[in-house]
């Protein structure tokens, strides 16, 4: 994963600083803004089955919802991916 300045968040769909992710299947990357959001809504999202948007296994995801986004408008996580997501966030902070 890299922080990259003036980046299109997939999330909210504005160009700002980044973490661009290549650890996934699908080309990702947001901002803190929505990285904290989406950690929200995750928390109380209801759990089901579905394609998650990061690997793109069928398995059971949560869904959280995102107006702006082109691509991830009902963006769908599984619970591996939100914790790699979650690891490498982390310790991206931590360099800071
Ligand atoms: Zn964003
Ligand atoms: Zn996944």
């Given at each position: 994963m890299k922080v990259l300045h003036n980046h299109l968040c997939s999330l909210c769909n504005t160009t700002k600083t980044c973490f661009v992710?290549?650890?996934?299947?699908a080309l990702f990357s947001c901002c803190k803004e929505c990285s904290e959001e989406l950690e929200q809504n995750l928390s109380f999202a209801e759990e089901c089955e579905d394609n998650c948007s990061?690997?793109?296994?069928?398995k059971k995801v949560k869904s959280v919802e995102?107006?702006?986004?082109?691509?991830?408008?009902d963006f769908k996580i599984c619970n591996r991916c939100n914790l790699h997501l979650k690891l490498l966030i982390e310790s991206q902070e931590e360099v800071e």
């Amino acid at each position: 994963m890299k922080v990259l300045h003036n980046h299109l968040c997939s999330l909210c769909n504005t160009t700002k600083t980044c973490f661009v992710f290549t650890d996934f299947e699908a080309l990702f990357s947001c901002c803190k803004e929505c990285s904290e959001e989406l950690e929200q809504n995750l928390s109380f999202a209801e759990e089901c089955e579905d394609n998650c948007s990061l690997c793109g296994a069928y398995k059971k995801v949560k869904s959280v919802e995102f107006e702006d986004s082109l691509f991830f408008s009902d963006f769908k996580i599984c619970n591996r991916c939100n914790l790699h997501l979650k690891l490498l966030i982390e310790s991206q902070e931590e360099v800071e």
